[in-house]
């Protein structure tokens, strides 16, 4: 039985991606392996955000290159964000890539490397010195309708939480993003599709879902009808609300563009909806939004937050930062220093501005050094720090209810799970029992950034 070998980079829509290619796999009659040294097929799924993303995925295909020494069968690949941008140039400098596939075409993945896998192998035992044979595979093409290929999932036994791709693309054209070119234009499924794949993974034991979309909340405006004034996101969420058994609903990333009034309303009535929202903000300095080609200012974002707070008292708001975009002031800066201490953020992710290709910002004047981004970054997560700390500090003595998702990554012999608010809380108790349960745990004590506690099982 054939093995294959999986690396993912970037976002929870790539390892999304991934699950599908794997299922494939496996329904093809692989093995899926945690190993590139026993693998006769290695996969890294790419992401193109930041540069160093790029990085680490040239690197590791490079340094797994040197594998072919001792199995010239193996077949390489490359998939997902960077592999649809660069495309057949990915040859020219990794010699042992055999396979590049873009975006819309992950359902293609398996065939494509078991053709040339099988072709190998069956050179192979009639002459050694053709096992380097078979025809390389680049296809980035656009393809109808691929976003209702990302559908079937590899469950893992006791798995708890699963991620639900409910379309693809994004029409934003945000001036520092490339994803509109990698992913595509929006493109969203069936709702009724998703309600099927939600209730199969409740029937596989899982608890709870994430919804996937690189602007979430604006699923299926171009395709679907409003319906008594709800967005067809809304409309989404409610009827993944219906599944039975079905105990918490998060999704991600939203934009402010698609924050109406119905989506704020929806966390009054569906207490499904965990009260937590990654929420991207990007920059405090309306100056910065505009040239980021964001179509808000930092006031509207402001007013949203401060209405979802109102619509849910106990929400939890995390957030993306862009720090030293080109032409940022330090005026700018502060202003968004200013609005992370306004809000108050459980949590932020911080990141220097990174030249992307093809993207307006990167021709932009005014581009920063390098020291200014990282001081930035520093100052800004500094704050950022302090404000998840003080956070978590405040929870010591409460009772929070977990959902326990199984060992702890860090310690396996304790267990973990996360709060409605999306907090890691620590604790010891029954693994088989456990797991998948909610209950409540009395925190006793924080590092700053995960919680510990006791369970409280009646």
Do not use: W
């Not at 969203?188 to 979309?213: F, S, W, Y």
């Amino acid at each position: 039985m054939p093995k294959v070998f999986i690396k993912t980079y970037g976002c929870q829509m790539n390892e999304r991606d991934s699950e599908q290619v794997a299922r494939m796999f496996v329904e093809g009659g692989y093995t899926v392996t945690p190993t590139e040294f026993d693998a006769d097929a290695i996969l890294v799924n790419t992401c193109s955000v930041r540069d160093q993303a790029e990085q680490k995925a040239l690197g590791k295909m490079g340094i797994m290159g040197k594998l072919r020494q001792k199995k010239p069968h193996v077949v390489y690949g490359y998939m997902g964000c960077m592999a649809q941008s660069r495309g057949n140039e990915l040859f020219q400098n990794i010699p042992h890539l055999d396979v590049v596939v873009g975006t819309q075409k992950y359902h293609k993945v398996f065939e494509y490397v078991d053709n040339i896998l099988t072709k190998r192998m069956e050179m192979r035992m009639d002459d050694p010195s053709y096992s380097l044979t078979g025809e390389s595979v680049c296809d980035i093409e656009e393809e109808k309708d691929s976003q209702n290929t990302i559908r079937d999932h590899v469950t893992q036994e006791n798995q708890t939480t699963a991620f639900v791709s409910i379309m693809q693309g994004c029409n934003m054209r945000c001036s520092f993003c490339i994803v509109p070119d990698t992913r595509g234009r929006e493109r969203g499924r069936p709702i009724a599709d998703i309600v099927e794949e939600c209730k199969g993974l409740v029937a596989k034991g899982v608890k709870e879902i994430t919804l996937l979309g690189q602007i979430v909340n604006l699923y299926g405006r171009t395709e679907f009808p409003k319906v008594d004034g709800k967005s067809p996101f809304v409309q989404l969420l409610e009827a993944v609300h219906e599944v039975e058994g079905l105990e918490r609903i998060r999704f991600t990333s939203p934009h402010p563009i698609g924050y109406r009034s119905d989506l704020v309303a929806a966390f009054t009535y569906l207490p499904k909806l965990c009260s937590h929202i990654h929420f991207p903000m990007q920059s405090g300095s309306d100056a910065i939004l505009k040239k980021m080609r964001r179509p808000y200012k930092n006031q509207k974002f402001v007013e949203i937050c401060e209405n979802m707070k109102a619509a849910r008292p106990d929400l939890a708001i995390t957030t993306d930062i862009i720090v030293g975009f080109p032409g940022e002031t330090e005026e700018d800066f502060q202003a968004t220093v200013d609005t992370v201490k306004q809000l108050d953020f459980d949590n932020a992710f911080v990141f220097r501005y990174s030249k992307r290709r093809n993207t307006p910002a990167a021709e932009m004047e005014g581009q920063l050094p390098e020291r200014v981004k990282e001081e930035r970054n520093q100052i800004l997560l500094k704050v950022v720090n302090e404000i998840s700390e003080k956070k978590n500090r405040a929870l010591v003595g409460t009772r929070q209810q977990v959902l326990c998702t199984g060992p702890s990554k860090t310690n396996k012999d304790r267990l973990m799970g996360r709060t409605s608010q999306n907090k890691i809380v620590i604790f010891d108790g029954d693994e088989q029992r456990m797991t998948g349960q909610i209950f409540d745990v009395d925190i006793e004590d924080t590092t700053g950034f995960s919680l510990y506690g006791t369970p409280v099982i009646h």
